[in-house]
């Protein structure tokens, strides 16, 4: 499959007059009593949206307190692309189970969203069916079908004529021939997401089967039309959505909002975008320094880099050579020695805590070549790199000093980051620090306070972007 240009095939796509686009939304969104509740497989799916809770665990008390928030949306961060399958189906039935218990409750319905990675990679097709046996066994609820819209503009994720795509410069990649389709857990080789949904449903669902919204009709603004599309979708049917701008997902939104109330039922797997949208989050501008360090405490900033994804370490050698920040490489690859380890991870937080009381700012990264145990030893792996991401988080659980900021770099890092090492139960998302890179606030009963925690996706930006982020963390 052919790479495309981005600048040639946005300018063939007919405009839409947005206004009319949203003022239809806003009217759908006002009168929908359902809330949706997003399931994180990792921190980043809150990189679109700002003022909306995300609880980092799933008790009954958590989704009930989301459930009885004034805001329609709120995430419940699961972690689970860093599972291995049996925890993902034990975590997601007993999501599905309190979910709608608590629906029942509360008597008020819901929209489930499985919000998963951009460029493909995850537990799919395990988290969605694993919700729907678990709701539809708890209820008489019977799901017609699944959306999947892995959209996400700020990333550079783009789905024209089926075919996912990922922006590199002006070029639109296959997501399929991009380094991330090589995952050795989550990886694939499908870019049309009929062909994809086949390829990871093990042929259960064919690509000739699936609904496709193409981005024809949702700029021509035919709501009815993608209406009529949705009320068609029987037997868990996925739904695939195209879309290259905002203004595509505002129109199945409304759409999509319309066939709830006519009695349809669906889940959603997505990226960060339809979040967004159906959520109601506005646009807010990039946070400024003054809004994210609201108590300077003198010291030095810490910033946390486990993702091995290229763009991540492009964008660590960039912020190394910027001489804004200090470096410690974590040789993680001692691992598969218990004493050897537990002296490095000693050694790197040790230094960490002189640097950052001295006011220095340090970046301390997992060691960049990955630990290969060689064929058909994936879950072994797995496990492993559940074992060096406790090592880099219990860094930061056992820092005796705070630093003035924090900046976690990679999904899996960034979770148990935020939830081990600092403790988090519930964080506000305050916004983004640059597009795609959001920033929480830490609640009271977290290590550190009101401290801003920027979760940085492995995935996002170009090479300068880490650097640049680091620039407005230090006011520079």
Known sequence: MQNLKASEQLDQIP?????????????????????????????????????????TDWTKSSIQAGFREENRIFFLLTNSRGFTSAETTKAHTEI?????????????????????DSTLRGHYPLETVTLKDSIEAASSSRFDGEVIIPFFKEGGRLTIDNVHYVQYGDDLVPAGETEFAKDRTFGFHSSHLGEWVEEKTKGEFKK?????????????????????????ATDFQKIIVNAVDY????????????ALKEGKHFLCRSASALTKVIGGVTDKALLTRGELITEDTNHGGLIVVGSHVQKTTEQLNDLIA???????????????????????????????????????????????????????????????????????TSIVSDLTVQPNYIVAKGGITSSSVGTTGLSV?????????????????????????????????????????????????EGK
């Open 15 to 55: 405009s839409i007059d947005r206004e009319v686009v949203q003022d239809l939304l806003s009217k759908e969104i006002a009168n929908s009593s359902y809330k949706i509740v997003v399931l994180d497989d990792d921190p980043t799916g809150i990189q679109t949206v700002h003022g909306v809770s995300v609880y």
């Open 247 to 258: 203004v595509d997902v505002e129109v199945f939104v409304t759409a999509f909002l319309q």
């Open 322 to 392: 910027s001489g804004l920040v200090e470096a410690i490489e974590f040789d993680v690859h001692l691992v598969l020695d218990d004493d050897a380890f537990a002296k490095e991870i000693e050694r790197v937080r040790t230094t960490i805590e002189q640097m950052i009381t001295s006011g220095k700012s340090v970046v301390y990264y997992t060691r960049r070549e990955r630990l290969d145990l060689g064929d058909n030893r994936q879950e072994e792996e797995l496990q492993l790199s559940v074992k060096i991401s406790d090592a880099v």
């Open 96 to 116: 599905a189970e309190r979910v709608q218990a608590v629906s029942e409750e509360e008597n008020v319905p819901y929209v489930l969203i499985s919000r998963g």
């Open 425 to 473: 139960k519930r964080a506000e998302v305050a916004g983004q620090i640059k597009p795609g890179i959001p920033v929480w606030k830490t609640g009271p009963e977290s290590k550190f306070p009101g401290c801003a925690y920027i979760v940085f996706p492995g995935n996002v930006g170009q090479a300068e972007t880490l650097k640049e982020a680091v620039a407005v963390l």
């Open 208 to 232: 000739e089967d699936c609904i496709y919204i193409t981005l024809e009709t949702l700029r021509a603004n035919d709501v009815e039309a993608v209406k009529k599309q949705l009320l068609a």
